[in-house]
């Protein structure tokens, strides 16, 4: 596609449940990216692959949250046991090797009730 | 560590220009960016600014970097009622690919 998609674009679960999230980068783009966006809040960051590894996974909040790119291009945002704190828009991006713009999704929005 | 600051809120007339600003923390940032939010849109990247320079000027968009105080600036001339939006300023390391640390934004609000 011509930009980077997400889904679902909006998500509503109950405390407890398993959820997954879905990006699919801009073709040829080798390094994509998860964000989290809370109300009034900028993204923060979650976790960076290049390729398909995890280059920094620092900004994930605990064990509950997992990512994974198999193949190097779609990439699927787990979190396990969801929390109400979890509630969030999920924002991820893609760019080519080296400093630039990041291409940002229309972003996933969880809800957990 | 990182952290980006902006204000809230910044609200002006159409055919004035708007100036937002931000500060950052971080000495070694390597790249400073604005982006653009719209209600229910993606990030969109208006500018961004190599931190070896010091101005950079793109059509309405004119970015003013001030390395000593870690200041960074976004002057939109003319402003449209179209450039409504929330701007986040963010900034990285080229050391950590595009990781970029987000200020939490300004609400730029345009009056006709």
Redesign the interface.
């Known amino acids: 596609g011509a930009?980077?998609s997400q889904t679902p674009s909006n998500k509503v679960t109950e405390k407890g449940k398993y959820v997954e999230l879905r990006c699919d980068p801009i073709s040829g783009h080798t390094?994509l990216?998860w964000?989290r966006q809370s109300l009034?809040?900028?993204?923060?960051?979650l976790i960076?692959f290049?390729g398909t590894g995890a280059?920094?996974d620092s900004g994930l909040p605990n064990d509950r949250f997992f990512a994974v790119r198999p193949e190097g291009s779609v990439s699927t945002l787990k979190i396990q046991r969801t929390e109400r704190g979890d509630s969030a828009v999920y924002?991820c991006?893609s760019?080519s090797y080296g400093?630039?713009?990041?291409?940002?999704?229309?972003?996933s929005r969880l809800t957990v009730l | 560590g990182e952290d980006?600051e902006q204000s809230l809120f910044l609200s002006v007339r159409e055919g004035d220009s708007s100036v937002i600003n931000c500060t950052y923390t971080d000495s070694s940032s390597?790249?400073l960016y604005w982006y653009k939010q719209e209600p229910?849109?993606?990030?969109?990247?208006l500018t961004?600014i190599f931190s070896n320079m010091d101005m950079k000027q793109d059509q309405r968009l004119t970015v003013l970097l001030n390395k000593k105080d870690k200041h960074l600036s976004l002057r939109i001339a003319d402003t449209q009622t179209g450039d409504s939006a929330i701007y986040?300023c963010?900034e990285?390391m080229?050391e950590?690919?595009?990781?970029?640390?987000?200020?939490?934004?300004t609400i730029l609000r345009v009056k006709s």
Not at chain 1, 40 to 45: K, L, M, S, V, Y
Not at chain 2, 40 to 45: E, R, V, W
């Open positions: 930009g980077v390094a990216y964000y009034g809040q900028g993204p923060e960051f960076y290049q280059a920094d924002l991006a760019s400093p630039g713009e990041l291409f940002f999704g229309e972003g | 980006v390597t790249y229910g849109a993606g990030l969109q990247l961004y986040f963010a990285s080229k950590y690919g595009n990781k970029l640390v987000f200020g939490a934004g």
